[in-house]
């Protein structure tokens, strides 16, 4: 029933605009799984988009989708266009075939996608990537230098930009245990996990709960709006931290320790900002990290008591000039643990990328 009503919701938005005609919407987003307010990707891509439109005057608009199905995001995005949008912003790997197909519909409309990439790319389409393993290594390094040692990481679903994010988290946790000289650190395999979703629940509130009481210190959360879940478990528990995702959801919750960032909301105001200029990038494919200035800690809004800014600035500019070359696969991750005379044991390997996908 929930999804019927938001679907007619979006339908009764969608026939007034096109039967009034008198107020259009010539930027639109086109929300995934989650919601505008889930404090992670498609808030902060909608923010960027607020940004950008307020300060040019420009009109704009999200559609929320009736379900999580390539029919229901097309229905969405056909709204959008009768609703006037010259650009429509997509957030999240969901949107590749339906932007497959509405790229061909709608040759005169640009679409941009982030965190995926149509089976084939129009001049009409952009495509951004994120280096999630580089928030996620910075992240996992700070923490450790922040003085904890049981680090948990739990992600939505196992897809590549989730398992990025972890396996960065990781390799951040072993390199800053090398520099610091802990000989026996070992990542344990039941400390990482994936949710099988994004949306929050009791059950991982209870999950998350039951970690910290078996001595989880931090938990790196890489779910979108399941974040809330964990927060509420560390809430509820005594001196345990949340490293949020995607956005800096510091201001979620006095016990998010920090945020492994991607600039959703800057790529989508840049890519706006291209596209009133008459420079659209159609038919390119960003991939942005550290080097493009594209991830990061929000270092200003991060509760660290010890690691501070000098620190995070010497471990960012190890990434950016390639000193630190972060790994982005688990066979990558082994070899770089190993490098430092650790080891990564087979069944955390298997519990980053289950055994079916590798």
Known sequence: MKKILSFLAVLTLGLVLVACGTKTYEIAMITDTGDIDDGSFNQGTWEGIVEYATEHNKTHQYYKPAGESTEAYLAAIDLAVSGGAQIVITPGFYFEEPITEAQKTYPDVKFVILDGEPTTMADN???????????????????????????????????????????????????????????????????????????????????????????????????????????????????????????????????????AVKGVGQAAYDALELFYADNFPGGEIWDLGAKEDGIGLPMETSRFKTFDQDDYDAIFEKIVDGTVKVPTTVAELDAFVDNLGYEVSEALKNNIMPPKEQ
């Open 125 to 259: 389409t952009l495509a951004v990537y994120f280096k999630e393993a580089e928030p996620g290594f910075l992240a996992g390094y700070a923490t450790m230098k922040e003085g904890f040692r049981r680090l948990g990481y739990m992600g939505g679903i196992a897809v590549p930009a989730v398992q990025r994010f972890g396996i960065g988290w990781v390799a951040g946790a072993y390199y800053a245990a090398d520099e610091l000289g802990v000989e026996d650190y070992e990542y344990q395999a039941n400390d990482y996990t994936y949710l099988g979703g994004f949306a929050p629940s009791d059950n991982i509130k209870s999950t998350a709960a039951a970690w910290y009481g078996r001595g989880i210190e931090v938990i790196h959360v890489a779910a979108g709006g399941a974040g809330s879940s964990v927060m509420a478990a560390a809430s509820e528990s005594t001196n345990k931290w949340v490293v949020g995702v995607d956005s800096d959801q510091a201001g979620d919750s006095n016990t998010v320790i920090s945020s």
